[in-house]
């Protein structure tokens, strides 16, 4: 038996390839994602699983997932056991050859820009019970997050050996600059004043995520391309603009054509193919050194879930009432000690 499966009590149970779930409580069924596809389960195991789940760390025995779960061992072993025969324990496949890496990291990120979609602020605008300071903090923290933009690309150009890989990573950050005025004007249409807009500054979330593209990029640069799959690759619908900005317009009390700059910019990123560079340069991603390029998918990870908790933070600052926080957020500066 493998020791993933192993029921001696000292022996660690492996650490789960990673996987996601989407589990329906209401439903029969449920689904959970890996590299490897899109698999359905009967709801009833998917909630007995998620109960395991959090303690397949790589160091915990049999015993111990059991006694933190309030699984029974026996149940947990044979869970472990059809995990194993599924090839879902690291481990299970091979990490030494460059191209599956690659379309391993191609589909992962697929499976995290899509979960992104799901829960970014951006994406619910429409579907939640939000206010209008809502959508105008948003937008600020896109403002400071666009024009951050091209200077964190310019740290991957700059940090690339390749002439030719350099020269496209280039061509990106070059881009990508000047359109914060796309989210500027927005913002101003919006009723904010442009002083108001520049001055204002960004919540520690969209700060934390510069900063993670940043460290990306010095581990490796070539990821600048995942980065791109993960955040830019929603589809631009230029069919469906005039209705969103009418639906827009309708709940937060906005003109329609308030948002024509924003909507504007998503179109230029969508038509100079950003979410796509993944795609075209996959074989461009160093995966020479596998213990750097752990290192770099841990902080594309990372990054996925800054996205969610900026969504947090902007639902938190800018939600319903201000009480009394300043809207847009300003910076602490000596004088107003």
Same mark, same amino acid.
């Given at each position: ?14 650490? !789960? ?13 449920? $689904?959970?994602?890996?590299t490897?596809?899109? +698999?359905e ?6 909630? *007995? ?6 303690? +397949?760390?790589?160091?915990?025995? %049999? ?22 025969e599924?090839?879902?324990f ?24 899509k979960?992104?979609?799901?829960? $970014? ?17 948003? !937008? ?31 061509? $990106? ?8 005025? #796309?989210?500027?004007q927005?913002?101003?249409? %919006?009723?904010l ?31 600048? #391309? ?8 929603? *589809? ?7 209705a #969103?900005?009418?639906?827009? /317009?309708?709940? #937060? /009390? ?8 924003? %909507? ?13 560079l %993944? ?10 050194? !596998?213990?750097? +390029? ?8 990372d990054?996925?879930?800054?996205f *969610? ?9 800018? /939600? /319903? ?17």
């Amino acid at each position: 038996m493998d020791q993933s499966t192993n029921s001696n009590a000292t022996a660690p149970v492996k650490r !789960l390839r990673e996987n996601v779930w989407h589990v329906y409580r209401e439903g029969d069924r449920s $689904y959970f994602q890996t590299t490897d596809g899109t +698999f359905e389960v009967p709801t009833s195991e998917a909630l *007995e699983f998620i109960k395991i789940r959090p303690h +397949f760390s790589g160091c915990t025995t %049999l015993d111990e997932i059991a006694a933190r779960s309030g699984v029974p061992k026996q149940r947990v072993a044979d869970i472990a056991q059809s995990l194993d025969e599924a090839q879902l324990f690291q481990g299970s496949v091979a990490s030494d050859d460059e191209r599956a890496v690659r379309e391993r990291l191609s589909k992962v990120t697929a499976i995290w820009s899509k979960e992104l979609t799901s829960l $970014y602020i951006a994406n619910k605008l429409l579907a939640n019970d939000y206010s209008k300071t809502i959508l105008v903090g948003w !937008l600020c923290e896109m403002y400071h997050y666009v024009k951050s933009f091209p200077a964190v690309i310019q740290v991957a150009a700059e940090g690339c050996q390749d002439p030719e890989t350099r020269a496209i990573i280039q061509e $990106y950050a070059n881009q990508e600059r000047g359109h914060e005025g #796309f989210v500027l004007q927005t913002l101003v249409n %919006l009723g904010l004043k442009e002083q108001e807009v520049r001055r204002s500054n960004p919540l520690p979330s969209t700060q934390l995520i510069t900063f993670l593209m940043r460290k990306l990029f010095e581990i490796s640069p070539t990821m600048v #391309f995942a980065m791109a799959s993960l955040v830019e690759s929603q *589809e631009w619908d230029d069919s469906n603009s005039e209705a #969103f900005k009418q639906q827009m /317009g309708e709940k #937060f /009390g906005i003109s329609a054509d308030a948002l024509t700059p924003f %909507l504007m910019h998503q179109k230029i990123d969508t038509e100079m193919g950003h979410g796509t560079l %993944l795609a075209r340069h996959l074989q461009r991603i160093d995966v020479s050194n !596998l213990e750097r +390029f752990s290192e770099a998918i841990n902080v594309l990870h990372d990054l996925k879930h800054a996205f *969610e908790l900026q969504t947090a933070e902007i639902e938190s600052y800018y /939600g /319903g009432d201000l009480q009394g926080r300043y809207m847009p957020r300003l910076a602490m500066e000596a004088a107003a000690l």
